[in-house]
């Protein structure tokens, strides 16, 4: 009997201390370059490539594009999942027109250097924010963040910290520990998580506009995850849930591209107010 005890209390706390050292792995597994996207920009914006220091001495790789003749444009600033690199955008770069868009990979993704943490990608994501919202082609006024599932948490750092117009959640959750959590109820994920992306807590003072796009058979970010954050945004919300996709097809959704295209031209047309 003394066994068994031994052995129930032992094994919980083996598995438990083999997760908290493999979540860096699990949170971030990160994605390989994928060089045929980096043709594509090549060829429709010759130099977009971009490759910035970071104040640690990191390099971390993307793309500047200014995708118009006019100067300057509205900037979109794109934060990827957890698992992609940043160069599928370069796909479909006719769908954002008029704007200049900073892609960046995050460290440890596609041919950025470094090793990703919650801290390193907020403070990277404040940094890039810095440097290219003062370039001669951006407009400082009609700059909109689109993050995608664990990109959505470094976009609402981004917005409670910096002057933003808009932002654009895809698959968007209150926090990676409430969702972990949920996902694993049998392990206390919200005791030992060191990568928290807590957006939740920032949401009540985010004055600006969102969009937030849903796939209706979500199984990874549950739907009452994306509610909560929802719900407690400051500002106007416009929510698109997109019919018969899950949490990696959801761009194939008809109404996804549509949704995201109306409220673009909204920022870049309607006159700037209620802008942190």
């Known amino acids: 009997m003394t066994s068994v005890i031994v052995f129930l209390i032992v094994l919980p706390l083996v598995s438990f201390g083999a997760l908290y050292l493999a979540q860096d792995g699990l949170v971030f597994p990160g994605s390989p370059a994928h060089l045929e996207n980096h043709a594509l920009a090549e060829k429709a914006f010759p130099g977009s490539e971009i490759r910035i220091e970071l104040p640690d001495g990191k390099q971390v790789h993307g793309w500047f594009i200014q995708n118009g003749p006019e100067v300057p444009l509205p900037l979109l600033i794109y934060y990827g999942g957890n698992a992609e690199d940043v160069s599928w955008v370069l796909q479909d770069l006719p769908r954002y027109r008029g704007w200049c868009l900073l892609l960046v990979n995050y460290r440890g993704f596609g041919l950025s250097e470094g090793r990703p943490s919650e801290r390193h990608l907020l403070d990277d ?41 808009g932002v654009i959640m895809v698959s968007p959750y209150d926090s990676l520990a409430a969702v972990g959590q949920k996902a694993f109820p ?16 920032l949401a009540p003072r985010l004055k600006m506009p969102l969009l937030a796009v849903l796939a209706e058979q979500d199984e990874v970010i549950p739907a009452e995850n994306s509610w909560r954050l929802i719900k407690a945004w400051g500002g106007p919300v416009q929510v698109t849930e997109i019919a018969n996709t899950d949490h990696n097809n959801i761009t194939w959704g ?5 949704s995201i295209r109306e409220f673009l031209e909204t920022m870049r047309s309607e006159p700037v107010s209620g802008v942190h």
């Open 186 to 201: 049998w392990i206390p994920v919200k005791l030992f998580l060191r990568h928290r992306f807590e957006a939740l807590a």
């Open 254 to 258: 008809g109404d996804y591209w549509e």
């Open 125 to 165: 994501a404040l940094f890039l924010y810095d440097r290219f919202s003062a370039r001669s082609e951006v407009d400082p006024e009609r700059i909109v963040l689109m993050g995608r599932s664990l990109g959505s948490g470094i976009a609402a750092h981004v917005a409670s910290a910096r002057k933003v117009r």
